[in-house]
Nanobody, 115 residues
Framework: QVQLVESGGDLVQPGGSLRLSCAAS????????MAWYRQAPGKERELVAS???????NYGDSVKGRFAVSRAKAKNTVFLQMNSLEPEDSAMYYC?????????WGQGTQVTVSW
């Protein structure tokens, strides 16, 4: 059974930074595309950032220049460095991985940006 486990969510003040982590566990062979999505109450889930096994990245417009996605070498482990956080970044952040025909989601980690 393959699982994604996120960590790093917290309460942070506007302008602050957080680093989220997501690690895939279980019987996995190979490296796969991974991504971060987020969903705020009453809103649709949206793509934050994605990264391919070759390191190519893609970002949602609202986080470009503030967030950076990376992955551990030769592992299905992904990180999201979030800087200059704004209250609008508050949401549940979900890790995503596409493993061949399967799409996997983590359980989510809460990020709250507030005074």
């Amino acid at each position: 059974q393959v699982q994604l486990v996120e960590s790093g969510g917290d309460l942070v003040q506007p302008g602050g930074s957080l680093r989220l982590s997501c690690a895939a566990s279980g019987r996995i062979s190979g490296l796969y595309p991974m991504a971060w999505y987020r969903q705020a109450p009453g809103k649709e889930r949206e793509l934050v950032a994605s990264i391919l096994p070759n390191g190519a990245t893609n970002y949602g417009d609202s986080v470009k220049g503030r967030f950076a996605v990376s992955r551990a070498k030769a592992k299905n482990t992904v990180f999201l460095q979030m800087n200059s956080l704004e209250p609008e970044d508050s949401a549940m952040y979900y890790c995503w991985m596409r493993m061949l025909q399967r799409v996997l989601w983590g359980q989510g980690t809460q990020v709250t940006v507030s005074w």
